[in-house]
């Protein structure tokens, strides 16, 4: 083993070192430490970027709590808590979620900055409320908001449900025969169709095609006769109506009107036998069921909702379109229903499923109005205001003619109830009549038109 003589310090030379010598070594390290101390100085950026980050992590917590809290869903409720914690009930514009998160808000914060001593005698002061409330009689007690009907509704659902027994057995018995006999609805794909210069007004067809029912601006509907002659007038709704249509026994109508509401109406009488409301925007379209036991109602709150007419109650509510819907559709195999809307899209539903079957990205600009063929649901039409009308098999659901002729939007249509005759009415102030019959004819008239 070797040893460097030369590099090594004898202790006895590093214990000899004078104070004087070890001065700058201290001198050194004192200057050290202060450029350290200086390194690692927290500037004023580092200062702002730690306090955004802990008031961020404050928020997050406060969020977290706030959304942990049970606060009451009931609005009337909400109100009263508000008011015993000296808060504004309502802002202008404050819905009932809006409400809820507010209280929800201001909860936390009493929470958070320790005075939950207001908090506890707001929910004494509650509580002692509401135990000091004497029991009153059954009268006074709460109950959800229920329209007692009258002895004529309740002869008038009876009746419809009579109707509907014979009608949905009638409906079965063609759907067994044609599941049996595959040749019987070949005729689907052939129909055609041709202009004709005669017009009608617009509106809907009784089975007789002997009555016309209009709908108005004037919150009013109306009854014709063929001659022109108002036979019976309908009044009750508070804003202009949108959509109108008869029941299949042809003794009832239905009105669905911008008060949120849809009517239904005894056409012998006029009297009116239900105000139905459920929609949170204007009722925009209207459509029975071909037994006569549901009717379907769409409007600008994008929802279909179906109906029980012998007991008022909602069966489905029908959510997929993004836009207003503006018409709807039973078609006559009982299951399917059509919807067609702003979304520029008509929807088939399945009400065996409850879900969408299709959706037909059918036009250009909004659907105005969709129907399906009464008789046997051969073929669906849709209008627009793309200036068309189209005719789509009920098979597969392809488009098997458009109807062009219109010189503006298309705003309502019709289809006679022997599906020989489809009326469109536009803002050309022209109503057309369509015929799924006599293609020769059809040439020659599109030709001149």
């Not at 927290?42 to 306090?51: D, F, Q």
């Not at 993004?322 to 088939?348: M, W």
Request: charged share 30%; proline share 3%; hydrophobic share 35%.
């Amino acid at each position: 083993m070797v040893i460097d003589e030369e590099n090594t310090v004898p202790a006895s030379a590093a214990d000899s070192i004078s104070p004087a010598e070890d001065e700058p070594m201290d001198s050194a390290i004192d200057a050290m430490s202060l450029q350290t101390v200086q390194e690692y100085e927290i500037s004023e950026e580092s200062k702002l970027a730690r306090e955004r980050q802990e008031k961020a992590v404050q928020e997050l917590l406060m969020k977290r709590r706030t959304a942990a809290l049970a606060v009451p869903t009931n609005d009337k409720a909400l109100r009263a808590r508000l008011h015993l914690l000296g808060e504004p009930i309502t802002l202008f514009g404050e819905r009932e979620m809006e409400r809820r998160d507010r209280l929800r808000a201001l909860v936390s914060k009493l929470d958070s900055e320790g005075q939950l001593e207001k908090l506890m005698k707001a929910h004494e002061d509650e509580e002692a409320g509401s135990t000091a409330a004497p029991s009153g009689p059954e009268e006074d007690i709460q109950y959800p908001f229920v329209t007692e009907g009258t002895q004529t509704l309740l002869e008038a659902r009876l009746e419809i449900a009579k109707y509907s027994i014979v009608k949905s057995a009638l409906r079965l018995h063609r759907a067994r025969r044609k599941k049996d006999d595959h040749e019987e609805d070949l005729d689907a794909e052939d129909a055609q169709f041709h202009v004709t210069g005669r017009c009608l007004s617009p509106g809907k067809f009784l089975l007789s095609i002997s009555q016309l029912a209009t709908a108005s601006a004037d919150r009013t509907a109306r009854l014709w006769n063929l001659d022109g002659i108002v036979q019976r007038t309908f009044e009750g709704h508070l804003d202009r109506l949108a959509r109108i249509a008869f029941h299949p026994s042809g003794k009832y109508l239905g009105t669905a009107s911008f008060d949120k509401t849809w009517r239904l109406w005894d056409v012998e009488t006029g009297e009116e036998l239900l105000l139905h409301e459920g929609h949170s925007r204007s009722v925009y379209g209207l459509s029975f069921h071909h037994d006569g036991s549901l009717v379907a109602s769409c409007g600008l709150d994008t929802l279909a909702c179906v109906w029980d007419l012998r007991s008022g109650r909602s069966i489905l509510a029908l959510e997929g379109h993004v836009k207003p819907v503006l018409g709807a559709s039973f078609s006559p195999n009982g299951y399917h229903l059509a919807t067609g809307g702003e979304d520029n899209t008509c929807r088939i539903w399945d009400l065996r499923k409850r879900k969408s079957l299709y959706i037909l990205p059918a036009h250009s600009n909004l659907l105005s109005q969709v129907k399906f063929e009464p008789q046997q649901g051969y073929f669906l039409v849709t209008a627009s205001y793309d200036t068309t009308a189209k005719v789509w098999s009920s098979r597969d659901f392809r488009t098997v003619r458009t109807l062009s002729g219109h010189e503006s939007k298309i705003t309502s249509l019709d289809v006679v109830a022997d599906g020989q005759y489809i009326t469109t009415v536009s803002h050309d102030r022209t109503i057309k009549l369509w015929s799924t019959k006599d293609a020769e004819r059809e040439r020659k008239e599109m030709e001149v038109d």
